[in-house]
Nanobody, 124 residues
Framework: VQLQASGGGLVQAGDSLRLSCAGT???????MGWFRQAPGKAREFVAA????????RYADSVKGRFTISRHNANNTVYLQMNSLKPEDTAVYYC???????????????????WGQGTQVTVSS
């Protein structure tokens, strides 16, 4: 499974961005997540979604502002980010758990497929 993230950019506080993660390969993971890493900080969980798109999980810091979704037929996962804040500035990575796994987790160590990352910068 290969993942390609896109959609990052430079925006102002309060603006919106939509990140996309397209997957190629035999089987798209059931569980897909978005993580982010700011300079000097550890990679942190942002959101995740199961094959059932109603099954989602969010970090407290993004609840109510970010929405994760997926289009299974196109092997694509999205992260709609609204009301962006300067503290959302980071490199955003999409990731997938093993293709047979169905449980959403928040630890990056439990995701085995990773995209290359896309930079999101929010100015104040």
């Amino acid at each position: 499974v290969q993942l390609q993230a896109s959609g990052g950019g430079l925006v102002q506080a309060g603006d919106s961005l939509r990140l996309s993660c397209a997957g190629t390969g035999r089987t798209f993971p059931n569980v897909m997540g978005w993580f982010r890493q700011a300079p000097g900080k550890a990679r942190e969980f942002v959101a995740a979604i199961n094959y059932d798109p109603s099954n989602t999980r969010y970090a407290d810091s993004v609840k109510g502002r970010f929405t994760i979704s997926r289009h299974n037929a196109n092997n694509t996962v999205y992260l709609q980010m609204n009301s962006l804040k300067p503290e959302d500035t980071a490199v955003y990575y999409c990731a997938g758990r093993g293709t047979a796994v169905t449980v959403i987790t928040t630890s990056p160590r439990q995701y085995i497929y990773w995209g290359q990352g896309t930079q999101v910068t929010v100015s104040s």
